[in-house]
């Protein structure tokens, strides 16, 4: 059955960012969106009241659920000649995602909402899509008159308005740039959902400028897809770094067409409960079959799976042993492996078929160890992608840098911890591990 748009997430739509990509210009054009949506959302001034039959828009959201959303950027991010034959610019996606997530939790942390999905406080849960998109586009059904899917997790704007569905709210910035998106939008998701003129809330918008003497990017900055990627961490309380960590490693696919007999493979090695009895904090760390949980409902979101996402519920799951959870996605095309590690190499050093890691700064030692682990057993090295930082003073628009404790708290299972600890978030109610 379908999910009731009450149940939905929502959809922010955010036209083209600012070229070149300067984390000033980028605040400029996102913060005054990303601030009045997120005030919405987190005090019940929201479309769901009007749905009701609510007159009372005033009062704060009491129940305090984490409402998943959706920030839909539509910028062009790939290449190639048909479908099947996309690559995506994945220098460009991730420094994307890293510097919009570095605002999102700005902005959250200077309004006070709780980015960690934890219940009982103001939260919200904003999930980052990328959309391939240039103004004045068209697009073309393919001939079963839908808009084809891409071999690559960022749809385009047809594919991805006709697709994904249903949502609660749509919110676009009231500028031209913002209606016009948003006309596009709707134009070609006729038929899948119908949307009220209540659910269409157009919000500040910010100022985009673009300059002519941008370079074009580098050919060798198109990354084509590979067919196993992985990645690990601990994954507790999934915060903005974990969100970049994931989709950035996602982008790195190539998803094969449904009937083409394979599927492309995403591992996730999870840190085991017994590998964590010594991090701080440690007794309000998530078990692991709740890590595991959260990290596939968000990648149904990336993977732009509208009847899990857009519930807030996991997708179907399968256990293929005690220590692995897998998720399939795109119609079976991906398949999600999410692994307990007890290691710190996990399924790399004892699957060969592996393609590529993705790691940040802070675990680029662990990518090299594994390489030379792989190189002693024969096998080739995994290629390395390593995603941007997520800092916090990028996002300061006066220039003096916000206060980075609280940013911290935002994109730290740690700092998330700590505030569990100290009673400024209800400790979550324990679940038996998958």
Known sequence: MAPSSSSAPSLLLLPAPPLPLDPHSLAAAYR????????????????NNNINGSSNNSEPNQNHSSHVLVIAIACPLLTGPVPRRKSVNWKAAQSLLARVYTLAAVVCDELDIDTSGEPGVRSL?????????????????????????????VLDLAAFASTV??????????????????SNFLQYSEGKQVLLQNQLVAVEGGITMSTSDTPPAAQEDFIEG???????????????????????????MRIPDKDAGRQAVLIVGISGDELLRNKRYAEVLQPWGVRAAKVLQFLSTIFNSASSSNTGSSPPTSTHSPHELHATFRDGAVLVRCVNIHDPFGPTISEEAVDAIVVSGETRSGGQAINDKRVEKGWKPLEVFEIDVLDPHEADE?????????????????????RIVQGRVPAPVATPSQ
């Open 125 to 153: 849960d904003p999930r980052i899509v990328l959309v391939d998109h240039e103004r004045r586009r068209t697009y073309q059904r393919n001939y079963d008159g839908e808009y084809e899917a891409n071999c690559t997790p």
């Open 32 to 47: 005054p969106p990303l601030t009045a949506v997120f005030k919405r959302l987190t005090t019940g001034i929201d479309l």
């Open 226 to 252: 590979r067919d196993v990627v992985c990645l690990g961490g601990t994954f507790d309380h999934l915060h903005p770094g974990h969100k970049l960590l994931l989709h950035a490693t996602a982008l790195l």
């Open 165 to 182: 569905h249903p949502w609660r709210t749509v919110f676009h910035p009231s500028t031209e740039s913002g209606y016009e998106l948003l």
């Open 398 to 418: 006066d220039g003096g840098g916000p206060q980075t404790n609280g940013f911290a708290s935002k994109i730290s299972s740690t700092a998330i911890r700590q």
